[in-house]
């Protein structure tokens, strides 16, 4: 697996991916919400965004009706679904996946190297969904599952009759409600000294105190959900969207249900994860975003769906 680390998720170029599976014969239940839809301010009104990502211009944007998830895909779902289809993810395939330096769980034989640019970043032969931290670790059911590339989510919904939402869905549903805030809940990120997300607390990235409880991964419904009954749309995981990313779509996207540009190298993510922190990558607000290659694969990623 070629990989080059990156700032919040590392990034894999060269990797093989598999054929999408059938449809499942009965169609797996998913707890969701269904929103009505409607005109919301995208983008980053507080001017706090890194220019690359592209969170300005603040824009008008209309979704139609669609039903998402209240929490991320877990490992117990998805689990369900390579029992049902025999699905080999990427990070399976290549042998490796990325992990968190202070997480890892694997023999020295089997971390094969870190980035010196970023060496928090491990990459660990066996790490994958099932062992989230390296073969040494076995994942939890109710924890969202982790080591997904684009390519495994993707198939994951055509398995499950699902898609992933757009980024303009994922933002209008994470906003909860509210209009213009920083956050999914307000403005403050610890309202009376409350951890409401699972991020980084500490000297990243040699010490994190677990203010929060979680080092890694917190189980799904660990945190009060948003105004619209979403769980944990800021840190935990990383979430893929559908969309192709461009640092300059916000300056010309339709206003009506974008779906972002026709082509392009990377995939949107969206929500930050239990890595990040103000210092180093404060994209846990809600108008942050990302973007990685479909093939990468890491211990912070992974996804939610809507109803197709």
Not at 131 to 157: I, K, M
Not at 222 to 249: I, K, Q, R, T
Not at 251 to 267: I, L, N, W, Y
Request: charged share 20%; glycine share 10%; net charge negative.
């Amino acid at each position: 697996m070629e990989t080059s680390m990156g700032c919040c998720v590392p990034e894999t170029r060269i990797c093989s991916t598999g054929p999408l599976p059938t449809p499942a014969r009965i169609p797996p239940a998913h707890d969701q919400v269904t929103l009505p839809g409607g005109e919301f301010q995208m983008g980053d009104a507080f001017g706090e965004g890194y220019p690359a990502d592209g969170e300005q211009p603040v824009h008008a944007v209309r979704v139609a009706p669609f039903a998402i998830d209240v929490t991320t895909v877990t490992v117990a779902a998805f689990e369900a679904f390579v029992a049902d289809s025999a699905y080999v993810t990427v990070a399976e395939r290549e042998g490796s996946s990325a992990v968190f330096h202070l997480a890892a769980a694997a023999g020295r034989a089997d971390v094969l190297g870190a980035d010196p640019a970023a060496p928090w970043w491990l990459d660990v032969r066996g790490a994958d969904w099932r062992h989230p931290h390296g073969p040494l670790s076995t994942a939890e059911p109710d924890h969202p599952v982790v080591h997904v590339a684009w390519a495994d989510a993707l198939a994951y919904c055509a398995w499950a009759g699902r898609r992933l939402p757009t980024e303009a869905e994922w933002e209008y549903a994470a906003r909860g409600g509210l209009a213009g805030r920083r956050f999914a809940w307000g403005d403050e990120l610890t309202p009376d000294g409350r951890w409401l997300c699972n991020i980084w607390q500490g000297p990243f990235p040699y010490a994190n105190t677990g203010a929060d409880g979680w080092l890694a991964t917190a189980p799904v419904r660990s945190y009060p959900p948003n105004g619209l009954g979403l769980y944990e749309v800021a840190g935990n995981v990383w979430e893929w969207c559908a969309d192709w990313f461009a640092p300059d779509y916000y300056a010309h996207s339709p206003a009506a249900d974008p779906k972002g540009p026709e082509t392009g190298e990377r995939r949107v993510m969206r929500g930050g994860s239990y890595l990040c922190h103000h210092s180093y990558c404060h994209r846990y607000r809600v108008a942050a975003r990302s973007a990685n290659t479909p093939a990468s694969s890491s211990g912070n990623c992974g996804f939610r769906t809507v109803a197709a």
